[in-house]
DNA sequence: ATTTTGCACAACCAAATGGTTGTCTTTATA
DNA sequence: TATAAAGACAACCATTTGGTTGTGCAAAAT
């Protein structure tokens, strides 16, 4: 979080650095994606053979919900959440990027050997 | 790290917490993986156009080398890094398979309904 | 021979991370 | 109606993270 004054005014802004890549860096937070792509659970299900407190648990919901990657509803007095994975695209994106480069970065040099040959 | 007593020996062990989705965790890392992706450079070289001291890179370069993303080889005075991409398979590996079971998590649902209308 | 470059190593720092416990409110259940 | 369960909120804590500066040294360049 960013705090200063300018022209007078309190500015305070966020800079945002939770995303997709920060989401799914904790080991817990991977176990509990993978258990919500099989269908929605409440926080004390989620917890369950997790072995740690309720509240931390629903900090890494807390987290998961800020990246966007899973949504909350309501019901009584659970909160069940639901994963919204489509965001995950965005890291095999990045990754088969970084890959594809990786494999053709021999290419690259291929070509200018076989230029300077000449 | 952890450090404890046991059976009057002091034992100190690590707990490793470094991988693959740690790795690609910070966008600088993952700057730096995208350079190295297209081919070697040293660490003054990584760092040219980015905006911080050569030390931060070093140290991210360490980390990277901890998680068996990048290979070192001395060359005079420089350290030339290269990248070992073939581990980002683990995190594709694992994306794809949350998103098939998210992309299948009604199918179950509709099985299970159109088995209970019998 | 002197200066510059590349980088390792160490100390330091603020903020973020990943956990804990305690209290409180709301909703279900016995 | 009394009790138990779900979870929000806050305070607290140790460790990790991601950066900084300063020092020193070996290899290159001038």
């Known amino acids: 979080m960013v705090v200063f004054i300018f022209d007078n005014h309190l500015v305070v802004y966020m ?3 939770r995303d997709v890549f920060q989401a799914i860096a904790d080991p817990t937070r991977r176990i ?3 258990k919500l792509s099989q269908g929605p659970l409440n926080i004390t299900q989620i917890g369950e053979d997790l072995d740690m ?3 931390a648990i629903a900090k890494h919901i807390k987290i998961l919900k800020e990246c966007g990657m899973i ?3 309501q019901k009584g007095r659970e909160q069940v959440c639901e994963a ?3 965001q995950l695209d965005e890291v095999t994106d990045w990754v ?3 890959r594809k480069l990786w494999n053709q970065r ?3 040099l291929n070509r200018f050997l076989a230029a300077t040959k000449k």
Request: glycine share 0%.
């Open 96 to 98: 088969i990027q970084s």
């Open 106 to 108: 021999f290419e690259k």
């Open 32 to 34: 509990i994606i993978s």
């Open 71 to 73: 949504v909350m509803n």
């Open 53 to 55: 407190s309720k509240q």
């Open 15 to 17: 800079i945002e650095r």
């Open 84 to 86: 919204q994975l489509t």
